[in-house]
C-alpha cells in the first residue's frame, strides 16, 4: 500500500505561479511512475503530467506543456509540478498518482494504483 500527501495549493492570480509537492510511503519510490492528475467542478478528472521512475521520461498535456514541470527526487520520495502562467482555466483540485507497473497507459487516469487526496489550486483572473 502506498500513501500519497499532496501540498503546495492555493489561490494566486492569473499569470502567477504554484509548486506542488507530492510525497509517498513507498519503500522503493523509484520503481513507480507518477502523474498529476486535475478536477474541475462538473469535469471529468484530466491528465496534466507525468514522469517516469528513473525520472528520465516526462509527459505533458497539450493544455500544460511550457508552463508545468513535473520533476522527482526519489532520496526524498517526491515528486514536484512547477506550474507558471497560471490560467483561471487551470483551476481545480490536483491529485497525485501512482503505478508500479512498467507498461500501462501513463496518461489514463484508470490506470494508476494509488491516489492522494488532493489539493485545491485556485487561479483568479
Known amino acids: 500500500q502506498v500513501q500519497l500527501v499532496e501540498s503546495g495549493g492555493g489561490l494566486v492570480q492569473a499569470g502567477g505561479s504554484l509548486r506542488l509537492s507530492c510525497v509517498a510511503s513507498?519503500?522503493?519510490?523509484?520503481?513507480?511512475?507518477m502523474g498529476w492528475f486535475r478536477q474541475a467542478p462538473g469535469k471529468e478528472r484530466e491528465f496534466v503530467a507525468a514522469?517516469?521512475?528513473?525520472?528520465?521520461?516526462?509527459y505533458y498535456a497539450d493544455s500544460t506543456k511550457g508552463r508545468f514541470t513535473i520533476s522527482r527526487d526519489n532520496a526524498k520520495n517526491a515528486v514536484y509540478l512547477q506550474m507558471n502562467s497560471l490560467k483561471p482555466d487551470d483551476t481545480a483540485v490536483y491529485y497525485c498518482?501512482?503505478?508500479?507497473?512498467?507498461?500501462?497507459?501513463?496518461?489514463?487516469?484508470?490506470?494508476?494504483?494509488?491516489w492522494g487526496q488532493g489539493t485545491q489550486v485556485t487561479v483568479s483572473s
Open positions: 498518482a501512482a503505478e508500479p507497473s512498467l507498461h500501462f497507459s501513463i496518461r489514463v487516469a484508470g490506470s494508476y494504483d494509488y
Open positions: 513507498a519503500r522503493t519510490f523509484s520503481r513507480y511512475a
Open positions: 514522469i517516469r521512475g528513473s525520472g528520465g521520461s516526462t
